[in-house]
């Protein structure tokens, strides 16, 4: 019922200014609206609502992930623009934070300013 329909995605902050600026600003994502409950940004044709919450614990897992095709290019640009890639016991990252997956795919996590875990996945 629901495949034929458009997903949106959800995600919580505790403080709204630093959230815009990282998602707007850091990780380029357009704002479409900022009101008393979300800022609600354009994700590539998914629209992102980052609510607006008193308080809230950030997921122990990832929240949120792109599909990009050089992980390499973004691990680098995003670190340019402040961003500290996550490790991970165990995982044996690369030097850049990348773990190379059994299935073959790269991924590389990150935090958003409220500790929500966010991913990159080359395929």
């Given amino acids: 019922m629901l495949s034929k329909h458009r997903l949106m ?13 990282f998602y707007e600003k850091i990780l380029g994502l357009r704002v479409i609206s900022d009101d008393d409950y979300a800022i609600a940004v ?6 992102l609502r980052i609510q607006k919450v008193a308080e809230f614990a950030p997921h ?3 929240a949120l992930g792109w599909e990009i095709p050089d992980i390499g290019s973004t691990v680098k640009e995003l670190s340019e623009r402040g961003i500290q890639f996550e ?7 690369d ?6 997956s059994p299935s073959g ?6 935090k958003d300013p409220d500790g929500n875990t966010l991913s990159l996945t080359q395929l």
């Fill in 9 to 21: 995605a959800f995600i919580a902050t505790r403080d709204a200014r630093r959230a815009r600026e």
């Fill in 42 to 47: 354009d994700a590539n044709g998914t629209m």
């Fill in 60 to 62: 122990s897992f990832t």
């Fill in 87 to 93: 490790r991970f016991p165990g995982m044996g990252q």
């Fill in 95 to 100: 030097a850049r934070g990348v773990w190379h």
């Fill in 105 to 110: 795919a790269h991924v590389a996590w990150f």
